[in-house]
């Protein structure tokens, strides 16, 4: 199957999986291997990854040699906040320039605040950056932010930590349609099948966190996402069957029944 390509490095799993909310960095560890993710998102403001050497640091766990660390902004609700943020990854990333920017605009629903969002993207692909942006699954939005030079669009699926799956494919699809650069559904996910439909509609790939670090088996459902992503990857390639409304027709060849 072929590669995800995100700024001109290869990839070949298109699961990208979130390190927050588990119990502790081993289940992290544990449930990454189990998706064969190789990008994992770390959120700058609620994960040491060398701000404090006091603590356990979660790099230990996911070494950068084996993994892509894709620092985030979530918590940032100003593009400035944002900018910062991404500015101190950096630095404590030696350098590294992918990264997932988000500016959220409501703390109540954690929606995207997409004036910002925007501001914030124009600002971090000047500097350098290889932004990839979660954004509203608005198709007009998502083309400026790939205009804007951003590497990747990342539109909702439902509401972060939700669970609701996708409320929108039409949006989604509309979105897939007209970008040139990889699109990837982030948020909303909640169990494999969400993940195989967002593939089947032509996503380049699905990032999730709650869906797995959440249930009662983080490892076990990163394992059935891995399979989930592979499996809608190869049905969307493949090509589905086209849907015909109250028009049977039968699975076996009809010529040369016996008896007739």
Known sequence: MQALTLAGRSYA????????????????????????????TVAIRRTNIGQDPKQPNLLDALPPSRYTILPNTAGCYTAEDAV??????????DGHALVKLEVLGDPNNLFPNMPETLK???????EGFEVMVYCADDPIQAKMLEESGCVAVMP??????????????WNL????????????????????????????????????????ALAQNPVLMASAMKKAVEAGREAFLAGRMAKKLYHAAPSSPTGGLIGS
Do not use: H, W
């Open 13 to 40: 799993s298109r699961l990208l999986i979130g390190t927050g909310k588990y119990k502790d960095f081993d289940e992290t560890r544990q449930a990454v291997e189990a998706s064969g993710a190789e990008i994992v």
């Open 84 to 93: 910062r943020t991404l500015r101190l990854a950096r630095e404590l990333l």
């Open 120 to 126: 914030a993207a124009a600002t971090l692909v000047k």
């Open 156 to 169: 909702l699926a439902s509401l972060i930590g939700s669970g609701m799956g996708i409320v929108n494919p």
């Open 173 to 212: 699809a509309l979105i897939v349609e007209r970008a040139r650069i990889p699109v990837l559904v982030d948020a909303g996910v909640g169990t494999a099948s969400d993940a195989a439909v967002a593939m089947e509609l032509g996503c380049d790939g699905v990032l999730m966190n709650s869906a797995i």
